[in-house]
């Protein structure tokens, strides 16, 4: 059993930061890439951030220079730094894991969404 478990969503206001996490439990063997997607209201889901378990990060166009993706490979845990917060960045936050787990199997498991709210 995986689990992901995501924290740190909120209302903040325009140009205010959050920082959310992402800690993956359970019977893991091995983490590759650790993504954020995020789903606005009546939007499909897209894709925020991506680190994977080494080389570059990559970021949508519409947050480069604002968020900033991270993981503590100890902690099997992504975290999303987000700054200068704008009303548009308002969706569910969900992270996935791209893993391997103890019997060996490779899947992408799934967290169950943070919200953030950027609001005045």
Known sequence: QVQLVESGGGLVQPGGSLRLSCAASGSIFSIYAMVWYRQAPGKQRELVA??????STNYADSVK????ISRDNAK?????QMNSLKPEDTAVYYCKA??????RVRHDYWGQ???VTVSS
């Open 65 to 68: 220079g604002r968020f900033t």
């Open 50 to 55: 991506v680190i994977p378990s080494g080389g």
């Open 76 to 80: 099997n845990t992504v975290y999303l």
């Open 98 to 103: 791209d893993l391997t787990s103890y019997s």
């Open 113 to 115: 969404g943070t919200q």
